[in-house]
């Protein structure tokens, strides 16, 4: 059993940073696949990154190139930092932890989630 926590959320303005932690409690969760998910309201869960225990990383294509997901095993989170963003990164991000991770990309290939946090970007 694993518990998820998201933390980092916040209102920023366009163009800025924000690193999203979300620490992990459970056993051996350094073997398990980490995604970030967001949603905004009316619009599905959409996949955002992930990051596997080997330390391999995949994007969506809407956030290739300034996000940046990490992990440090010894403290039990995993971040998601948020470079140049915009008004359309405006959701609530979820992580989510996959024992198996055979499906990165959907969430229904993840086991476990946190409740989410709130970034809004303003223009």
């Known amino acids: 059993q694993v518990q998820l926590v998201e933390s980092g959320g916040g209102l920023v303005q366009a163009g800025e940073s924000l690193t999203l932690s979300c620490a992990a409690s459970?056993?051996?969760?350094?073997?398990?696949?980490v995604g970030w998910f967001r949603q905004a309201p009316g619009e599905e869960r959409e996949f955002v990154a992930a990051?596997?225990?080997?330390?391999?990383?995949t994007y969506g294509d809407t956030v290739k190139g300034r996000f940046t997901i990490s992990r440090d095993n010894a403290k039990n989170t995993v971040y998601l930092r948020m470079d140049s963003l915009k008004p359309e990164d405006t959701a609530k991000y979820f992580c989510?932890?996959?024992?198996?991770?055979?499906?990165?990309?959907?969430?229904?290939?993840?086991?476990?989630w946190g409740q989410g946090t709130q970034v809004t970007v303003s223009s």
């Open positions: 459970g056993r051996a969760f350094n073997t398990y696949t």
């Open positions: 990051i596997s225990y080997s330390v391999t990383t």
């Open positions: 989510a932890a996959s024992r198996y991770g055979t499906n990165w990309y959907n969430r229904n290939g993840y086991e476990y």
